[in-house]
């Protein structure tokens, strides 16, 4: 099995399989940075974010999500007037 996809690299297709490890390497890196961002960096205690959300207080939800996506968009809807001008802002 190995021999044979050893060979696949120096055979008639090797310009393909080439490329398809560039392919997989790119994925994987890919993969592995998004798994760093939104398990590692990005964390969020989902609880006491809409705790606050509940009780109309998105200033310490907005804190509460820190650097997270969500805080962006929290932040951005909290300062609107109507729920339009909030679907707007987000």
């Not at 690299?9 to 961002?37: D, N, Q």
């Not at 109309?56 to 007037?81: E, F, K, N, T, V």
């Amino acid at each position: 099995m190995v021999e044979a996809l050893i060979e696949s690299f120096a055979g008639p297709g090797a310009a393909f399989m080439y490329v398809i490890t560039a392919v997989l390497a790119l994925g994987l890196a890919v993969g592995i940075e998004r798994a760093w961002l939104f398990w590692l960096r990005w964390r969020l205690d989902v609880a006491i974010v809409t705790g606050h959300l509940t009780s109309q207080s998105y200033g310490p939800a907005a804190d509460a999500a820190g650097a997270h996506p969500a805080g962006r968009l929290i932040r951005a809807g909290g300062g609107a007037p109507d729920a339009d001008a909030a679907w707007d802002a987000m």
